[in-house]
């Protein structure tokens, strides 16, 4: 199976994250985590956390009416925003409205961990897409995603081999034969930095740069993993990193996170939600 660079620390030399500054929460950025449902509320609390142990400072969150409130006394860093569902279990179009707002006043959005599957999931990527803000997407909003016109900066895009197989409109079975190279056509039609997602991971970039990781533990193939990986990009987005840099550190922090769970609890077991309390360790390194 063909692979890019060996994504490790020695590699990380050349992509330095920002230095840690000193200030306000103004001063290490600006995040809105859109995530969460009624069958998945617990999502945006793992993705909020996990952006927050990467250090991101200031922390906004949209989640649907009726989970809003537990989110908020679940996660009391945060201001919390309920907007109305769709019967799908979705936004309406009038939350998608409200939503952009939001995102025109941060530095970065983490959406899709935990959204349900709805309508309005294409509208709400096209107008985050607009908005100036960094966008890492995930999950139910990579399934009905359109290339976009050109925007400021690439997109964050975290496929597993499902939501790349919809990217590209190609079967499970192709992604399987070359993860990679399908990795490499995403990033380029949709002009983003995509993670194509498994036990070996691929970040690959528009213009054909790869980097393979193959570490990690086992225990990180649970529910709740990814969406603390997507936290961990928007809290180094957050901080001032660029959205490749961001990436590929937070490949390797979420991998060094399962190792060091790994060594603490056994190979398997651990919780998703435990992986957010290595990271801060682990940045200091």
Partial sequence: MKSGKPLTRAALKSFPLPRVVDGDKETKGRILIIAGSREVAGAALLTATAAMRAG??????????????????????????????????????SAVSE????????????????????????????????????????AALLHSLQPAKSRTGPPVLLPHAGELSSLLGCTDEEIDEDPLGCGLRAAKTYNAIVLAKGVTSH????????????????????????????????????????PLTALLWAVLLHGEAGEALTKKAGPIGFLAREIPGEIPALLAR
């Fill in 99 to 138: 939503i952009r707002k939001l995102a025109d006043d941060v530095d970065v959005v983490v959406a899709g961990p935990g959204m349900a599957s709805a309508k309005t999931c294409q509208q709400l990527a096209e107008e985050l897409l607009k908005s100036e803000a960094e966008v890492v997407l995930d």
């Fill in 203 to 242: 970040v690959v970039t528009p213009d054909g740069r790869a980097w393979t990781y193959t570490g990690g533990a086992a225990g990180l193939g649970v529910s709740g993993s990814g969406d603390t990986l997507a936290g961990i990009v928007g809290g180094l987005l957050a901080r001032g990193a660029e």
């Fill in 56 to 93: 991101a400072g200031k922390l906004s969150m949209v989640t649907v009416e009726d989970v809003a409130v537990p989110t908020a006394l679940a996660m009391p860093e945060a201001k919390v925003v309920g907007l109305e569902e769709a019967r799908d279990g979705g936004f309406t179009r």
